[in-house]
């Protein structure tokens, strides 16, 4: 078993939705959280990094994170075609250094 | 500024070639990290250098090698490709551990 599970998706959405994005993960010693978004024959890019628990707003963005559940999540409101990419999350443990582990990814297609 | 900039973008190999994948990076980022990327796996660490002079091997680093050139560059040798090496390479740099700049990749293909 994955130590970060994604569901690979694709996820079809219309634009304007509410999307969520989700990664479920089995080291309860992870503390950093983050998402990264990835264009198609990009490299990904730092969307969003959370703390341990709690949530955090950028725009139509908010990363929330669960840590009894093992579980956190990314929410894009009101979805733009601009936004169809892949979407990966990524942890730490504060003693891993700089070393992330990423989940598998979930690739979001908006559809106008 | 270029950020990260990897070469080649795109390579193919017959089984058993060996080839040296290039990074560097402008932002004077002391941490260095190489990664491939294959369909539903993410991205794995290859190997990382947490500063100059030093390199530590990372998830999958069988059949690879690293050399940290100098704080800028840091390249990634397949000395026997093989088909399992194909891929997508990123390379990556950071100041702190969460937030690494990537590259745009290179594609290799092993025949």
């Known amino acids: 078993q994955k130590e970060v599970e994604q569901d690979p998706g694709p996820l079809s959405v219309p634009e304007g939705a509410i999307v969520s994005l989700n990664c479920t993960y089995s080291?309860?010693?992870?503390?950093?959280f983050m998402w990264y978004r990835q264009y198609s024959r990009k490299g990904p890019e730092l969307l969003m990094y959370?703390?341990?628990?709690g949530n955090k707003e950028d725009g139509r963005f908010t990363a929330q994170v669960d840590k009894s559940s093992k579980y956190i999540s990314l929410f894009i409101r009101d979805s733009q075609p601009s936004d169809s990419a892949t979407y990966l999350c990524?942890?730490?443990?504060?003693?891993?250094?700089?070393?992330?582990?990423f989940g598998g990814g979930t690739r979001l297609m908006v559809k106008p | 500024n270029a950020g990260v900039t990897q070469t080649p973008k795109f390579q193919v190999l017959k089984t058993g070639q060996s080839m040296t994948l290039q990074c560097a990076q402008d932002?004077?980022?002391?941490?260095m990290y190489w990664y491939r990327q294959d369909p539903g796996m993410g991205l794995r660490l290859i190997y990382y250098?947490?500063?100059?002079?030093?390199?530590d091997k990372g998830e999958v680093p069988n059949g690879y090698n690293v050399s940290r050139l100098n704080k800028r560059e840091f390249s990634l040798r397949l000395e026997s490709a093989a088909p399992s090496q194909t891929s997508v390479y990123f390379c990556?740099?950071?100041?702190?551990?969460?937030?690494?700049?990537f590259g745009p990749g290179t594609r290799l293909t092993v025949l």
């Open positions: 932002m004077n980022h002391n941490s």
């Open positions: 250098s947490a500063s100059e002079g030093t390199t």
């Open positions: 990556a740099s950071s100041v702190q551990g969460n937030e690494q700049f």
């Open positions: 080291n309860s010693a992870f503390q950093y």
């Open positions: 990524a942890m730490r443990t504060p003693n891993a250094g700089n070393m992330l582990t």
């Open positions: 959370t703390y341990s628990s």
